[in-house]
């Protein structure tokens, strides 16, 4: 038996998700469970709800203190993120 038109399975699974339009929602979905990794428990405990929406990230944090150093770090936090995931998946993130 001959193997003609072998592929990578992985490369077959993506091609998948792209056309059936499951990779954007599989990317926002890895992005959101990273956000304790990346921030780790002590920034995650002070976090009510995670969001997003046309590429932006909404973050509901319930101290003001926190609020402003995450504030302060958004941009470095867009990129950690991003990287996490493998993907660009938001531009920026707003903290309420």
Same mark, same amino acid.
């Given at each position: ?15 998948? *998700? ?7 929602? *599989?990317?926002?979905?890895? *992005? ?5 990794? +990346? ?11 995670? =969001?997003?929406?046309?590429?932006? *990230? ?30 660009? +998946? ?5 903290? =309420?």
């Amino acid at each position: 038996m001959k193997k003609t038109n072998a592929e990578n399975l992985g490369g077959v699974i993506l091609q998948y *998700l792209r056309e059936t339009g499951l990779e954007t929602p *599989l990317n926002e979905h890895r *992005l959101i469970q990273a956000w304790s990794t +990346v921030l780790g428990p002590s920034v995650s405990r002070y976090t009510k709800e995670l =969001r997003i929406y046309n590429q932006v *990230l909404f973050v509901t944090v319930s101290s003001a203190a926190m609020r402003n150093e995450l504030m302060m770090r958004r941009t470095e936090l867009v990129s950690r993120l991003n990287s996490q995931v493998g993907a660009q +998946v938001i531009t920026q993130i707003v903290l =309420r």
